[in-house]
Each structure stands twice: as structure tokens, then as C-alpha cells.
């Protein structure tokens, strides 16, 4: 078949629409299998080379199924899945909820860390997962069948399971409560922590999106975000199958190398309403616009009604930045759609109702810090982005110290409750009483509430305390970040103990400059910016470009950086050279 005759899935069909109204997921991809919708598969340049209709996909998974009972795999018994952007990963994790299995979704290689980086990752959460076998893209075989070898867990590629036979048996009955998958939340690659959603979890928080984005007729969504991510494989997977939404989809390498790309497939698909992206995405793409002219006769994004924004801290002067680049070709700053989410409570907690945009507020950095108010310096103050109300069926309180509920505008801990909430931490009864506590999750994020809307202040546990001064890691990153030369994600701020026992704050810089004398004043200029943000002298280092870790989103891992930092697997540069 060739690229000619391909026509992808609609946006509309006579089957009436569904906000993921199910008892199951497995009810869901019944009901979307009845449609005409489905994933249509890009290339790096965009051209459509595979449609994938729901109902394909449907077929292929109850085939898979069949397989995986013939090969011994029971309900509840875990299987590993490499999440690549491919029908054979959708089938497959469809495949297990349809037999009661768990699929667990986990990363593919990235361009950070290596080979053996990224057979550790694997092998620590194939420890955690306990799964009965890895399936994987032939690609990778042989670091996937490596950390599978190193686990002793059975490996084989999406090929070989293929060929396996497939004899037809009966399927269990899911049940609302039954585990549906688990998810790996970010950062999770030393000490992983393995979400468990049920069906009902996973249903209850798809509704509640679907309606707080008025998901309607004729929407169509175009993503690049990768499944083995919450934001991903909630909200651009299984979101679409309960919702019967047909969706375009890139591979995240591809938008990788050619970002545009994505913005090129919203522009050429027409109907394309939804897409989503960290910050960090709109940010490389108005990086990557801002030499080029006739943005215009490039794009149309006039028809994208509801542009996503979540997975990290939603940076307004990145908007901006943005919407400043394609206005031209049609993007409206209203069309910005700031949410809050994380994996435990299977994906969104707040969303901002659609049309609203990105709104802020200014608060002292003081009240960010707790710190008394030094009347003698002028005040400083972040913006920091509203994230939107509570989805339906969604509580949010804002918490001190001792559990006391804070009024509107009071800074304290984001707790959450709701049938969205995780069941737990797989097999980590410890971690899982340390966040939930009587139906309450603990999010471990700091904010606070205003009239309903959730406004995050930053994460509490990448918070720096010295001398019982609290500073936030994104305002010393954010400071440096306006140096020329910089981009986001070139810098991770963290504590540190100094050789006199004290803590200090450190800076790691992504350092492009080779002069060793360039280097020290590049150095010196970091530690003053640094020292007028925080009031204290740090530690600052230049490491070579690309050495930051990033977690499986994308995100910069400031806990991760500090872990290799100290071990000395993060080199610095040498002045002296």
C-alpha cells in the first residue's frame, strides 16, 4: 500500500460520543471499536504511513491476548512493555487489560546516558514490576534482552511474540476495581515507585478531563508525547480510545530532531482542535521559529482550540514567547490550556476551563519562601501560572505543616482525593501510608488556592532549606537562565554540604564556551547572579552540554543531577584548560 491511498481515521462518525461513561477500560475499547476513529502513524517529515483504526486495533489485541494465555501469562501477573509510539504497543496494551493482566509501560532509549544507563533504568524497574516478560521493538533487542537477562525475566521482541501462536480462549471479566496498569512516575529510575491505577481510577480522571475540555464532536487531537509518560499514555492514548477521539500522531525522537514537525501535522491536518506539550516544547519550537519568516504561509493553527500545558512548571515569558511567533499563523493566546496532574492520581487533578489562557499572579518572593519581608530591599515577585480548577469528582486542599487546612492565597502542600487517586504504590506499603492517608493523596507539591483555581508554587522536596531560608530551585535555574546563551533546562540548582559542614547552594551550567578564561568569567557572572537572587555565596560548575539528566517527560531531574553529581559520575569542566 502506498502513502497515496491512505486516508486517515475521521473526526466524526454516527456513533454517539462517549466521555468514557464505562465500567471498564475494556468496555471503552469495545465501545471506540465501533467507530470509523482510530491512531493514524507519522514519519519524522509528517507523511502518514500507517492507519490504525480502533477496531484493527481491537482485533489485533484480543489475538495478542489469546497469546499471552498461551503462554502462561495469568490475571494480575505483570507484563513489561517498551511504550514506543507504534500499533504494536497499543495493541499489546490493550491486550493485557482485555486478559487482566498489567501492562507496565516503560521508556525507551533516550539521547542521554548511554547504553548501559539505559539498561540500568530497565533492570531497577523490572526488579520493582516483577513482570513475567518484557516485550520490545526489535530495535533495542539487545539492551532490552539485557536488562531483561540481568532481571531474569523472560524478553522477547514485538516480532518474535507475533509469531507465537494464538489459540482463541475464554477471557476473564474485568472488574472496576481490578488493577488496570502501572505506571512509573517521573524521575522513578533509582528507587522506582510503580503507580497502580484500576479501571475505575482511570475512567473516573478521563471523565473528568474530557469534560473540563468539553471534548466534543469533531475534535482531533495531534501528539508527540511518549506513552510511557502519564501525560502521554493517559492523555494522548487511552484518553482518545475512552473518548473516541482520532488522533495524529509523531514519534517523541522525531519531534526530537524536527519540532516544527509538530506544528507543520496541527497546520496540514485539518480539524486538528487538541494538542498538548510541556513547556519546554513550545519553548524549542519559538526558539526554532524565531530566524524564520512567512510563519503565516507555514502554519495555520487557527483551528487549535485547546493547546495543553502541563508535566512541569508552566513558564508565562515561554508563552509569551510563543504566541508572539505564531500569531501570524493563526494561534490565539486563549487557546493555552495550563493544567496540574500527576501519575498517582492517574493523570489531572486541576485543568483551566478552556478560553482562559494562561492568567497569573504576582507574589513576593517572600511568601514563596517563607521568609519575613527584609522592608529595606525593594520586593521581588515571580509570576507564578493558574493552573486551572479541580476536574469533577476532584477535591484539592491546600495544607500547613501540622495538616491544617490554609484559606485562599495561604502557601502549603497540594493534597488531592478522589476515585482518580492511585489504589497504591505497588509492593511499597511504606511509600504508599507516606502520601496516602485516608483517601487524601499528599502530592508533594507546593501551592496555593484562589477562588477555586490551583496555582503550583514549586515541588517540596526540591525545595532548598539553608538557614532556615527556603529557596526554590526554578528562581536561582530561572535567574541564570537570563544570562545570554542559555536555554531552558541548561541549568539544575540543588543543596549541597560544604567542606565546613554547611549546606550551600550549587549550580550545574550546561557550559558551551571552550576559552578557559571565558569559562571563569562565565563562572564568576553565575555566582553573582546567583548570590543577588539568594543572598548567599554557591557553588556554581560548568559541565559539558547534554550532561543533565532529564526524566522519562523530558523534565530536568534536579534529584537525579545531584545524585551523579555527587558520585562523581558528573564531571565538571576544567578551568585550567
Known amino acids: 500500500m502506498t502513502d497515496a491511498v491512505l486516508t486517515p481515521t475521521p473526526n466524526d462518525c454516527n456513533l454517539p460520543r462517549r466521555r468514557s461513561d464505562f465500567a471498564t477500560f475494556n468496555d471503552a475499547i469495545d465501545y471506540a471499536a465501533r467507530s470509523a476513529k482510530g491512531l493514524n502513524f507519522h514519519d519524522m517529515r509528517g507523511t502518514l504511513h500507517r492507519v490504525y483504526r480502533y477496531a484493527q486495533m481491537r482485533e489485533d489485541a484480543l489475538e495478542a491476548a489469546h497469546r499471552l494465555v498461551a503462554m502462561g501469562i495469568e490475571k494480575e501477573d505483570r507484563v513489561a512493555l517498551v511504550a514506543e509510539t507504534s500499533p504494536e504497543f497499543a495493541a499489546l496494551f490493550c491486550?493485557?487489560?482485555?486478559?487482566?493482566?498489567?501492562?507496565?509501560?516503560?521508556?525507551?532509549?533516550?539521547?542521554?546516558?548511554?547504553?548501559?544507563?539505559?539498561?540500568?533504568?530497565?533492570?531497577?524497574?523490572?526488579?520493582?514490576?516483577?513482570?513475567?516478560?518484557?516485550?520490545?521493538?526489535?530495535?533495542?533487542?539487545?539492551?532490552?534482552?539485557?536488562?531483561?537477562?540481568?532481571?531474569?525475566?523472560?524478553?522477547?521482541?514485538?516480532?518474535?511474540?507475533?509469531?507465537r501462536p494464538a489459540p482463541p480462549v475464554d477471557l476473564p471479566e474485568a472488574q472496576p476495581d481490578d488493577i488496570c496498569y502501572l505506571q512509573y512516575s517521573?524521575?522513578?529510575?533509582?528507587?522506582?515507585?510503580?503507580?497502580?491505577?484500576?479501571?475505575?481510577?482511570?475512567?473516573?480522571?478521563?471523565?473528568?478531563?474530557?469534560?473540563?475540555?468539553?471534548?466534543?464532536?469533531?475534535?482531533?487531537?495531534?501528539?508527540?508525547?511518549?506513552?510511557?509518560?502519564?501525560?502521554?499514555?493517559?492523555?494522548?492514548f487511552l484518553s482518545l480510545i475512552a473518548n473516541q477521539v482520532s488522533v495524529d500522531l509523531i514519534k517523541t525522537e522525531h519531534f526530537a530532531r524536527r519540532p516544527l514537525a509538530w506544528l507543520d501535522l496541527i497546520s496540514r491536518n485539518t480539524g486538528t482542535t487538541l494538542s498538548y506539550s510541556p513547556t519546554f516544547g513550545y519553548d524549542i519550537c519559538a526558539r526554532r521559529i524565531s530566524s524564520q519568516s512567512h510563519v503565516a504561509d507555514r502554519f495555520d493553527l487557527s483551528r487549535w482550540r485547546v493547546a495543553g500545558n502541563g508535566a512541569d512548571m508552566i513558564r508565562p515569558d515561554v508563552m509569551q514567547s510563543f504566541v508572539n511567533a505564531f500569531a501570524d499563523a493563526g494561534f490565539k493566546a486563549n487557546s493555552f490550556n495550563p493544567s496540574y496532574g500527576l501519575a498517582e492520581a492517574t493523570l489531572a487533578v486541576t485543568v483551566m476551563p478552556p478560553g482562559e489562557g494562561i492568567r497569573v499572579e504576582l507574589v513576593e518572593e517572600e511568601r514563596l519562601s517563607g521568609r519575613p519581608r527584609d522592608l529595606s530591599k525593594p520586593a521581588r515577585y515571580r509570576a507564578i501560572v493558574n493552573c486551572g480548577k479541580p476536574i469533577p469528582g476532584m477535591e484539592v486542599e491546600i495544607r500547613g505543616e501540622n495538616g491544617e487546612v490554609k484559606n485562599d492565597h495561604q502557601i502549603g502542600k497540594v493534597w488531592c482525593r478522589g476515585k482518580s487517586v492511585m489504589h497504591s504504590y505497588f509492593r511499597n506499603e511504606e511509600a504508599t501510608k507516606d502520601c496516602l492517608v485516608d483517601g487524601w493523596l499528599d502530592t508533594g507539591d507546593m501551592g496555593y488556592m484562589a477562588d477555586g483555581y490551583l496555582f503550583i508554587v514549586g515541588r517540596a522536596k526540591d525545595m532548598i532549606i539553608i538557614n532556615g531560608k527556603n529557596l526554590w530551585p526554578q528562581d536561582i535555574e530561572w535567574a541564570v537562565e537570563q544570562l545570554p546563551g542559555f536555554n531552558h533546562g541548561d541549568i539544575a540548582a540543588f543543596s549541597v554540604d560544604t567542606e565546613n559542614g554547611e549546606e550551600a547552594p550549587a549550580v550545574l551550567v550546561h557550559c558551551r564556551v571552550s576559552d578557559a578564561e571565558e569559562r571563569i568569567k562565565l563562572r564568576d557572572q553565575i555566582a553573582d547572579k546567583v548570590r543577588g537572587v539568594t543572598g548567599m555565596s554557591c557553588v556554581v560548575e560548568l559541565v559539558p552540554p547534554r550532561t543533565l539528566p532529564r526524566t522519562s517527560s523530558g523534565k530536568l531531574s534536579r534529584a537525579k543531577a545531584k545524585k551523579l553529581y555527587l558520585a562523581g559520575e558528573i564531571q565538571p569542566l576544567d578551568l585550567a584548560a
Open 95 to 163: 491486550a493485557c487489560t482485555l486478559m487482566g493482566a498489567w501492562p507496565v509501560p516503560l521508556p525507551l532509549p533516550t539521547t542521554f546516558g548511554g547504553k548501559e544507563s539505559y539498561i540500568d533504568q530497565l533492570s531497577v524497574q523490572l526488579q520493582s514490576s516483577d513482570p513475567k516478560i518484557l516485550i520490545y521493538p526489535g530495535e533495542i533487542a539487545e539492551m532490552a534482552k539485557a536488562a531483561a537477562d540481568k532481571q531474569g525475566c523472560a524478553g522477547e521482541s514485538w516480532e518474535d511474540f507475533a509469531r
Open 186 to 236: 517521573s524521575g522513578s529510575t533509582r528507587f522506582p515507585t510503580g503507580v497502580a491505577v484500576t479501571h475505575e481510577a482511570l475512567l473516573h480522571n478521563l471523565r473528568g478531563h474530557a469534560e473540563s475540555m468539553n471534548i466534543g464532536t469533531n475534535d482531533r487531537v495531534v501528539s508527540w508525547l511518549p506513552w510511557y509518560h502519564d501525560m502521554g499514555l493517559v492523555g494522548c
